[in-house]
């Protein structure tokens, strides 16, 4: 058992790559955990992994503030007041203008989305004093801009100016509110962006690998797992002096 022992933490995105593992990690800790997302059967593969009972499933479109709403509802009513937020559900890739831009499915999944699911979360969190946290997860490409590449680094960059207005909003109550920051991490959206470099490039997949990693100075990809554990920390007693903040976990590839 971990300090989120007991604690009811809904998790979006919860159904593949850096979701599922945290939702993973803290049901391993003794947490109940509500998973959230669009794909049912992803969610309830995730459910299955965690300990029996301790998972809900509800699923919902983030971009959607009314289903928001009715799932954050549904897991309140599941699995009692709100303790944590982890908001992970996103949508990545590239967009170009013209016909068929993807700069509004960007935006509104990634920045409304996690909006809508921070005021939903606030509207069913547990009573103080007992502390509650609310976390983002944003992306390197929050610091720097990369070509094609406008909606989902304006998503994730507008997720910080987010996380630091509500951190304030909140301060008093005992509420405290971040954002991580990965860099590559292996997942299923991680290689689409690495297939898409070595098409972009005429190159083959493993090239385009090297060629990223190239500029990550530890050389290799994050795992899931390592964003979960510092998701955990955040969730813990040990950072209660934690809020406003963008944490990066990316390899050494940016450092502020």
């Excluded at 409304?112 to 509207?123: D, E, N, P, T, V």
């Excluded at 297939?195 to 994050?222: L, N």
Aim: net charge neutral.
């Amino acid at each position: 058992m971990g300090s989120s022992s007991g604690r009811h933490v809904v998790i979006t995105g919860a159904g593949t790559g850096i979701g599922r593992a945290i939702a993973l990690q803290l049901a391993g800790e003794g947490a109940r955990v509500s998973l959230l997302g669009r794909r049912v059967g992803l969610l309830e593969e995730t459910a299955a992994a965690c300990p029996a009972g301790s998972a809900f499933v509800a699923a919902c479109d983030v971009a959607d503030a009314a289903a928001v709403a009715g799932a954050f509802a549904a897991a309140s009513g599941a699995h009692g007041p709100i303790h944590a937020l982890v908001a992970a559900a996103g949508v990545g890739g590239a967009n170009q203008p013209g016909e068929g831009d993807r700069f509004d499915l960007l935006v509104d999944t990634n920045l409304r989305g996690s909006y809508h699911c921070l005021r939903a979360a606030q509207r069913h969190l547990a009573a103080g004093p007992e502390p509650r946290q609310l976390v983002v997860i944003a992306s390197i490409l929050a610091r720097f801009g990369v070509p094609g590449y406008t909606g989902y680094c304006a998503s994730k960059a507008a997720l910080l100016g987010l996380t630091r207005a509500l951190a304030l909003e909140v301060a008093a109550e005992g509420i405290t509110v971040n954002a991580i920051c990965p860099g590559w991490v292996d997942t299923a959206m991680a290689w689409e962006g690495i297939e898409g470099m070595a098409a972009g490039m005429g190159i083959s997949r493993d090239a385009a690998y090297r060629m990223a990693m190239g500029a990550v100075p530890q050389g290799r990809m994050g795992k899931p797992e390592e964003v979960a554990g510092l998701v955990s920390w955040l969730l813990s007693p040990a950072a209660a002096n934690m809020t406003g903040q963008g944490i990066d976990i990316n390899g050494g590839a940016w450092m502020g």
